[in-house]
């Protein structure tokens, strides 16, 4: 997944900007550990040049490694920009990017 990530900042479910990779990897790792796919539908996606916003709803549904059911959803606000080899990767990685959060 780190590879999607340029120079990116991630911002965490409390509001935090994270910007050190060991930090955002740690982070992506929480639900990459559930072992669980990611259903995702893009609802915007705005262009200009090689920079991109992208609106997407996102869900994870199933049953955890330990047992429990597991839900996770949420409508993500990002930015990528296309890097000189064609490829998209993040500037900013909101994956609750429409919720109500307090300031960090």
Known sequence: M???YEGAVLIADDGRTVSDRAEIAAELERDLSL????????????VAGDIAQIVVDWSIDGTGP??????????????ARRGADGRWR???????????????
């Open 90 to 104: 993040y500037l900013i990685d909101n994956r609750l990017g429409t919720a109500v959060r307090q300031p960090a």
């Open 66 to 79: 330990d047992g429990e059911h597991v839900h996770v959803e949420g409508t993500a606000s990002d930015v």
């Open 35 to 46: 072992g669980l796919p990611l259903e995702a539908k893009a609802r915007h996606v705005f």
């Open 2 to 4: 780190m590879t999607l």
